[in-house]
């Protein structure tokens, strides 16, 4: 029992995956957590876990926020109409159209670097963070607010 306990202790620093709100975007040690994806340039995120409760809460009641990327056609109607907090907060999802002069106000940067673009992956001068989640330092989701930012 004492070899068990011992194993236990020493996988402690690595943290369980299980506990995590975002087990499923977890990176073990042999990539060096998932600062070390990061540094090889694996993705932060394929699920959009870090848009969770504490997130949601921070976004204004009754605001539009402009969502990149968007995966799919249904993604947003689906956060919309099945997320409660989304629902009660009174929050509208629109595609981002990738023009930051048409488009000015609350951006969600879902950290899916496949699909957002370099320019997109920091915050543009001017803009202010909103709300961030972040999985041992490394960003899973932003909102930005650009409506006082300079174009990109």
Same mark, same amino acid.
């Given at each position: 029992? !004492?070899?068990?306990?011992?194993?236990?202790?020493?996988?402690?620093?690595?943290?369980?995956?299980? @506990?995590?709100? +975002?087990?499923?975007?977890? =990176?073990?040690?042999? $990539?060096?957590?998932?600062?070390?994806? &990061?540094?090889?340039?694996?993705?932060? #995120? =394929?699920? #959009?876990?870090?848009?969770?409760? #504490? @997130?949601?809460?921070?976004?204004?009641?009754? #605001?539009?926020? @402009?969502? &990149?990327?968007?995966? /799919? !056609?249904?993604?947003?109607? $689906?956060?919309?109409?099945?997320?409660?907090?989304?629902? !009660?907060?009174?929050?509208?999802?629109?595609? =981002?159209? +990738?023009?930051?002069?048409?488009?000015?106000?609350?951006?969600?940067?879902? /950290?899916?670097? &496949?699909?957002?673009?370099?320019?997109?992956?920091?915050?543009?001068?001017? $803009?202010?963070?909103?709300? *961030?989640?972040?999985?041992? +330092?490394?960003?899973?989701?932003?909102?930005?607010?650009?409506?006082?930012? *300079?174009?990109?």
């Amino acid at each position: 029992w !004492q070899v068990a306990v011992l194993g236990l202790l020493a996988l402690q620093p690595f943290g369980s995956p299980i @506990f995590s709100p +975002y087990a499923i975007s977890q =990176y073990g040690p042999l $990539a060096g957590g998932n600062n070390g994806a &990061a540094w090889m340039g694996m993705e932060s #995120s =394929y699920w #959009s876990d870090g848009l969770n409760r #504490s @997130f949601w809460e921070q976004v204004p009641e009754n #605001s539009t926020v @402009f969502v &990149a990327p968007v995966s /799919h !056609q249904f993604q947003l109607q $689906a956060i919309m109409s099945l997320v409660p907090i989304v629902q !009660q907060r009174g929050i509208r999802l629109v595609p =981002y159209e +990738y023009d930051p002069e048409k488009q000015k106000g609350l951006l969600l940067l879902i /950290h899916r670097l &496949a699909d957002l673009p370099p320019e997109l992956r920091v915050v543009p001068r001017g $803009a202010t963070v909103v709300a *961030e989640t972040r999985l041992d +330092y490394v960003i899973l989701a932003r909102l930005i607010d650009t409506s006082t930012s *300079e174009g990109r």
